[in-house]
T-cell receptor, first 114, second 116 residues
Framework: DAGVIQSPRHEVTEMGQEVTLRCKPI?????LFWYRQTMMRGLELLIY????????DSGMPEDRFSAKMPNASFSTLKIQPSEPRDSAVYFC????????????FGPGTRLLVL | AQTVTQSQPEMSVQEAETVTLSCTYDTSESDYYLFWYKQPPSRQMILVIRQEAYKQQNATENRFSVNFQKAAKSFSLKISDSQLGDAAMYFCAYADYGGSQGNLIFGKGTKLSVKP
């Protein structure tokens, strides 16, 4: 299996622009998670999906952030408008089954908002 | 709320030696899972080892083993015969998946350096 795939790997944008991060989970995995990693706050869960349905989005910072999962093999995390404080590494992870508990992470997207 | 604490921001070990990374957690749950993830400079998060709380036997994966002390809420990672490729950030993580919880709660990480 190719593992969790994320794109782009790096993104540099200017404040106010829209940013879209993409994720393809491991085939057959029912759960998909979006995390954000910063030096100040470490790794934080933003949102997770089960069978394409958002279950918990309490970690989404504010309305500028939105996430979708239109099908089992694709998810997006969108920031509109972006701000410099959104600069971070964004990880997507997937897991086969909730009780199995092991999440497999993608390589991450490093976002820099100028 | 559950918390995970890694009290060692940085650690250093000589190649071929053994090093232990510490992790403590706080929870009122009885059924949960604990993990160690490795993050090398490439930033990829790689699962190193996991432990189910109901299992008394400590998990092992080749050179990696844990010392799980449930009563003390301690979950340390031992790396034996350290190799240069072990140099990375190591994150301890907790998950109980009770109720609507579905996420991993991570510690702040320990940066491990391996000296040749």
């Amino acid at each position: 299996d190719a593992g969790v795939i994320q794109s782009p790997r790096h993104e540099v944008t200017e404040m106010g622009q829209e940013v879209t991060l993409r994720c393809k989970p491991i085939s057959g995995h029912d759960y998909l998670f979006w995390y954000r990693q910063t030096m100040m706050r470490g790794l934080e869960l933003l949102i997770y999906f089960n069978n394409n349905v958002p279950i918990d989005d309490s970690g989404m910072p504010e309305d500028r952030f939105s996430a979708k999962m239109p099908n089992a093999s694709f998810s997006t995390l969108k920031i509109q408008p972006s701000e410099p404080r959104d600069s971070a590494v964004y990880f997507c992870a997937s897991s086969l089954d909730r009780k199995q508990e092991t999440q497999y992470f993608g390589p991450g997207t490093r976002l820099l908002v100028l | 709320a559950q918390t995970v604490t890694q009290s060692q921001p940085e650690m250093s070990v000589q190649e071929a030696e053994t090093v232990t990374l510490s992790c403590t957690y706080d929870t009122s749950e009885s059924d949960y899972y604990l993990f160690w993830y490795k993050q090398p400079p490439s930033r990829q998060m790689i699962l190193v080892i996991r432990q189910e709380a109901y299992k008394q036997q400590n998990a092992t994966e080749n050179r990696f083993s844990v010392n799980f002390q449930k009563a003390a809420k301690s979950f340390s990672l031992k790396i034996s015969d350290s190799q240069l490729g072990d140099a990375a950030m190591y994150f301890c993580a907790y998950a109980d998946y009770g109720g609507s919880q579905g996420n991993l709660i991570f510690g702040k990480g320990t940066k491990l350096s391996v000296k040749p």
